[in-house]
């Protein structure tokens, strides 16, 4: 069954402080994964796209990085800001198809100053 | 970036009537188009393909009848729900697929419905 499972569920950090994110996927076949930001009451936003062959991907302040061996994937946020408090979401489509994406329920992280 | 519009971003109908929401492509064409449904603290929920010239494919267990979908133009594709029930209050989201690129999908800003 093609799944999309993300930890912690929710993360309350500093500003200022770095985390990560994870994502564990049985997605079958594989082409890419996908992370969100999504706002409280707005539409997810593309932060990286990640294919089959790379491992590491950096969008700014965001890291995400891709095993595909293990099929993990994490999201690493560094020196944290008040902004960056959202949902953030994990998608994978499977076979490479651009619908019917597979969402993980997100992690919710809350920056505190 | 590619942006997606919807309008309204947020509506309150009284139980019975019909809302219809827009969802705009604003600098690319989109053959397809997604809705989804998200209630709160829940994953985004496909609820129907929405395809440019030709009718939607609905996911299991959404009424096609109740939640009509037209897609008319290449940018615009609408989401009427009919007959509304409180139990329709939700965060509706749309996405669109650039058809010359076929990238990722962008989602729009969502719209909240609330039903009384």
């Known amino acids: 069954k093609n799944q999309v499972e993300q930890s912690p569920q929710s993360l309350i950090i500093l500003e200022g402080k770095n985390c990560t994110l994870q994502c564990n996927y049985t997605v079958s076949p594989f082409s890419n994964l996908r992370w969100y930001k999504q706002d409280t009451g707005r539409g997810p936003v593309s932060l990286t796209i990640?294919?089959?062959?790379?491992n590491t991907k950096s969008n700014g302040r965001y890291t995400a990085t891709l095993d595909a061996d293990t099929k993990q994937s994490s999201l690493h946020i560094t020196a944290s800001q008040l902004s960056d408090s959202a949902s953030y979401i994990c998608v994978v489509p499977p076979g490479g198809s651009q619908g019917n994406l597979i969402f993980g329920k997100g992690t919710k992280l809350s920056v505190k100053p | 970036g590619a942006v997606v519009s919807q309008h309204p971003s947020r509506v309150i109908c009284k139980s019975g009537t019909s809302v219809k929401i827009e969802c705009r492509s604003l600098?690319?064409?989109?053959?397809?188009m997604f809705w989804y449904r998200q209630f709160p603290k829940k994953s985004l929920m496909l609820m129907a393909t929405?395809?440019?010239?030709?009718?939607?494919?609905?996911e299991q267990g959404v009424e096609k009848d109740k939640f009509l979908i037209n897609h008319a133009s290449l940018t615009l594709s609408t989401l009427t729900v009919t007959s509304a029930h409180p139990e329709d209050s939700s965060f509706y989201i749309c996405s669109a697929r650039d058809t010359l690129t076929q990238e990722t999908q962008y989602f729009g800003p969502g719209t909240r419905l609330l039903v009384l």
């Open positions: 600098d690319f064409q989109a053959t397809t």
């Open positions: 990640m294919t089959f062959s790379e």
């Open positions: 929405s395809n440019e010239g030709s009718k939607a494919t609905y």
